[in-house]
């Protein structure tokens, strides 16, 4: 459990922790290879967003499942990025990795520990925007550098000692 008063701290900046989905690159289920290819190449993420019709969240694509699907035994083929569409790669997501609350600060730092980002989605799966650990690294790196300014930070062995001390 994460201590009440460095939760609340951590809260203060949760406006800044979702990327909303309008300003984060995705693509569609029904997009060819070629154009999910394309917005990788440009944005130069490892890893998006695919969203369906509805703006549901449906997984991740990334250049490495594009080329695996271009490499044949001997050459490179472009051909699969015109035939095949992202629905036809895409990643499932992990259900435990989706945040559906971004005031859960627990469940998303652990989940923030093995990815660089995590989609948030509404109860209905709509695809809000995602999480991103450099947001996050940002609030610890203001919380480790003014937490004192807060808190009187006592040691619990000195403060324990000094009690002692005090009762002879």
Same mark, same amino acid.
């Given at each position: 459990?994460?201590?009440?008063?460095?939760?609340?701290?951590?809260?203060?900046?949760?406006?800044?922790?979702?990327?909303?989905?309008?300003?984060?690159?995705?693509?569609?289920?029904?997009?060819?290879?070629?154009?999910?290819?394309? @917005?990788?190449?440009? $944005?130069?993420?490892?890893? !998006?967003?695919? +969203?369906?019709? &509805?703006?549901? #969240?449906?997984?991740?694509?990334?250049?490495?499942?594009?080329?695996?699907?271009?490499?044949?035994?001997?050459?490179?083929?472009?051909?699969?990025?015109?035939?095949?569409?992202?629905?036809?790669?895409?990643?499932?997501?992990?259900?435990?990795?989706? @945040?559906?609350?971004? $005031?859960?600060?627990?469940? !998303?730092?652990? +989940?923030?520990? &093995?990815?660089? #980002?995590?989609?948030?989605?509404?109860?209905?799966?709509?695809?809000?925007?995602?999480?991103?650990?450099?947001?996050?690294?940002?609030?610890?790196?203001?919380?480790?550098?003014?937490?004192?300014?807060?808190?009187?930070?006592?040691?619990?062995?000195?403060?324990?000692?000094?009690?002692?001390?005090?009762?002879?």
């Amino acid at each position: 459990m994460i201590v009440p008063e460095i939760q609340r701290i951590l809260l203060e900046n949760r406006e800044h922790y979702l990327i909303p989905a309008d300003v984060v690159a995705n693509v569609n289920m029904d997009n060819r290879l070629g154009h999910a290819f394309l @917005v990788l190449t440009k $944005v130069r993420y490892a890893k !998006i967003p695919v +969203l369906d019709n &509805d703006s549901k #969240f449906c997984g991740f694509i990334s250049l490495a499942m594009i080329t695996d699907k271009m490499l044949a035994l001997d050459h490179v083929s472009l051909e699969p990025l015109d035939h095949l569409t992202v629905a036809d790669v895409v990643e499932k997501p992990d259900p435990d990795a989706v @945040v559906h609350d971004i $005031v859960d600060v627990e469940q !998303i730092l652990h +989940l923030l520990v &093995d990815n660089p #980002f995590l989609p948030v989605v509404d109860r209905e799966g709509i695809f809000e925007g995602i999480i991103t650990r450099r947001e996050y690294m940002k609030s610890f790196n203001e919380l480790v550098h003014n937490l004192n300014k807060e808190y009187e930070l006592v040691p619990i062995k000195e403060k324990a000692a000094s009690t002692v001390k005090g009762a002879k």
